[in-house]
């Protein structure tokens, strides 16, 4: 299954980045080169991660191996004519950046309804895959309105969205019982790593009892099948039927490992159906821009 495992760069161009892992912080060459020896063979990166870009192509001009490399646009503008110009120079600076012959997704950082529906923005995108700068065109979404409109559109190829053993309500809500045919990227498996930092749940979560009390409950099913927290939270995820990857961030090699070992676990078909029925039910907190 490593080769379904995305690594995340975020954490090494923003040190504090979502909720911070306990551990030594191992630096992007030894976190990659032990990927890469695991079978992890891509990345997720993005201009807005300071130098992470440039790490990455600093690791390709040094070692023989490679990785695919799929990154993100952004400072985009609804009905722009600058928005093809802003696209190309983009994609071409992070292809410059990270040593590759071209760009396996290119996701739109931005969001919201005005960008990812725009037409001079689409048009755009399908010159440049077109162009053979980049293999696919991907969308990272928030909410239901920008899923269902980017399961119709006929512009991306990939969807990445948050699913997680706490929330996966979008994912049941629309991914599940769809026909499409569009890869899925699942990102937030541990809800940027609240789940394993319970102690600043109460400081950075205005939700926090309630969000307390939902992981409770996740203690117990772990307690009574006898799996670890940790391996459930990654199995899971994986274990979604039209899950096609997920992304993980990490400096912590040992973290790594965890998450490669558990991707490897094969959870019993009780105990999936019990945390779906928990965790696709609709949660305020699923959302960390409502935190």
């Known amino acids: 299954m490593s080769d379904r495992i995305i690594l995340g760069t975020a954490k090494f161009g923003i040190n504090n980045y979502g909720f911070s892992s306990s551990g030594y912080q191992a630096s992007h060459v030894d ?35 490679v990785f695919k490399v799929s990154t993100k646009v952004d400072n985009l503008e609804p009905e722009s004519f600058e928005s093809e110009k802003k696209i190309y120079n983009s994609v071409l600076e992070s292809i410059k950046r990270t040593g590759v012959n ?12 005005g960008i990812i529906s725009d037409t001079k923005i689409i048009n755009a995108l399908k010159n440049i895959k077109n162009d053979g700068f980049v293999k696919k065109i991907g969308v990272s979404i928030y909410n239901n309105e920008e899923c269902k409109f980017s399961l119709d559109s006929d512009i991306y190829d990939v969807i990445q969205l948050p699913v997680s053993v706490l929330d996966s309500f979008m994912y049941s809500e629309l991914i599940h019982s769809s026909t499409t045919n569009k890869k899925i990227i699942a990102r937030s498996i541990f809800l940027q790593g609240v789940l394993f930092n319970r102690d600043l749940i109460k400081s950075k979560v205005k939700q926090s009892e309630n969000m307390l009390n939902y992981i ?6 772990a307690l ?11 199995s899971y995820v994986l274990s979604l039927p039209k899950v096609n990857g997920i992304i993980v961030g990490t400096a912590v090699k040992e973290n790594l490992l965890s998450i490669i070992e558990s991707s490897k676990f094969k959870i019993t078909s009780d105990l999936m159906d019990q945390i779906y ?4 039910e609709y949660k ?3 959302n960390p821009r409502k935190w």
């Not at 409770?216 to 099913?221: A, G, N, R, V, Y």
């Not at 670890?228 to 939270?233: G, K, N, P, V, Y």
């Not at 029925?277 to 696709?280: F, I």
């Open 31 to 65: 976190i990659f080169d032990l990927a890469y020896k695991y079978g992890v063979r891509a990345l997720d990166t993005s201009p807005r991660y300071n130098n992470a870009e440039n790490l990455i192509g600093d690791y390709h001009k040094k070692s023989k191996n």
């Open 277 to 280: 029925q928990l965790s696709s």
């Open 284 to 286: 305020e907190w699923g």
């Open 102 to 113: 071209c760009i396996d997704t290119l996701y739109l950082h931005q969001n919201e309804m």
């Open 216 to 221: 409770s409950k996740l203690d117990q099913l």
């Open 224 to 234: 009574e099948h006898k799996v670890e927290l940790f391996m459930l939270a990654c």
